[in-house]
């Protein structure tokens, strides 16, 4: 099995309806630093990434940008103004982070799928309602949590939606750089060195390159902790 089969959106579905999502359309090569889609675009179209890594972010009217969140293998990209119906257009754009590989399929087609499997319908409202979740703990964490906690605790849900095993312990399994990651914590990218290098001191992690795999996860745990 791929990572896209066991994680994500596509990992909670049902085996049929998992075989039958993504039977449809066409399989496609989004290269880095390209656009899954535009913010303000028509959304005509659904994306399961099978492989990679996409960030989401939106520019706000003041002109500044901020990043919502990763994307990586069995996510769905493209579904909110696709289920919105005709003429919805996204409120967010995707951007491949390493080469990314999608099912792609028409938001028409995908509309048709969910009327004839309603449980593919009901998993998507759930993982809709746990991103909103996950969206509103992060704003209270960015303001009441230091910046090393937020670390911790960002590190510790993307090895729990992202994390496979790794000869040294989990990999997240997402094209993460320091940048990236200080937008998801909402600090400076500086300060999140600083948390990272104090977490490679305890053992609790090693890097690399746009890698992060966790040795220590109850250390892990731990330093996420506010006291």
């Known amino acids: ?21 993504l039977s449809e359309g066409v399989e496609q ?14 959304g005509t179209r659904v994306m399961l990434i099978l492989r990679g890594t996409a960030k989401v972010g939106r520019t706000l009217s003041d ?13 769905i990209v493209g579904e909110a103004s696709a289920v919105a119906g005709e003429g919805s257009a996204r409120l967010a754009a995707v951007i491949a982070v390493d080469s990314v590989t999608c099912r792609v399929l028409a938001a028409s087609r995908f509309r048709q799928v969910l009327r004839a499997r309603p449980e593919i319908y009901r998993t998507l409202v759930a993982v809709t309602n746990d991103r909103l979740r996950r969206t509103a703990d ?43 990651l200080a937008l998801l914590v909402g600090a400076s990218r500086e300060s999140v060195v600083r948390a990272l290098s104090r977490l490679r001191t305890s053992g609790i992690i090693t890097t690399s390159r746009r890698k992060i795999i966790i040795r220590d996860p109850d250390g892990l745990g731990r330093a996420g902790e506010h006291h």
């Not at 090569?29 to 028509?42: D, K, M, N, T, Y």
């Not at 500044?64 to 996510?75: A, M, R």
């Open 1 to 21: 099995m791929t990572d896209a089969t066991t994680r994500g959106f596509i990992g909670q579905l049902a085996q049929g309806d998992r075989q039958a999502l």
């Open 29 to 42: 090569i989004f290269p880095a630093r390209s656009a899954l889609c535009a913010q303000g675009e028509i």
């Open 63 to 75: 002109g500044s940008h901020t990043v919502l969140g990763l994307c990586g293998p069995g996510d």
């Open 138 to 180: 992060n704003g209270v964490r960015q303001a009441a949590h230091p910046v090393a906690c937020r670390t911790a605790r960002m590190l510790k849900e993307l090895a729990a939606r992202y994390g496979r095993p790794a000869p040294q312990g989990l990999l997240i399994g997402l094209a993460l750089s320091q940048h990236d």
